[in-house]
């Protein structure tokens, strides 16, 4: 079975957050470590894997 993910990145303690779905999680987030991940991400340096769920993909 397929998985999917909601995850949450911050910029650093209290800083912004970005909310994002996905269902490969390691890559995504190696995509936004790297600046390739969103325009949003790399303006505000979203780049910290702070929160992730994992869900069943039917």
Not at 5 to 10: E, G, I, K, S
Not at 19 to 32: C, F, M, Y
């Amino acid at each position: 079975m397929r998985k999917g993910y909601v995850y949450m990145l911050a910029s650093k303690k209290g800083g912004t957050l970005y909310v994002g779905v996905t269902s490969d999680l390691a890559q995504r987030v190696w995509e936004h470590e790297n600046g390739i991940g969103s325009q949003f991400t790399a303006k505000y340096c979203c780049k910290r894997l702070v929160w992730f769920e994992e869900h069943d993909l039917l």
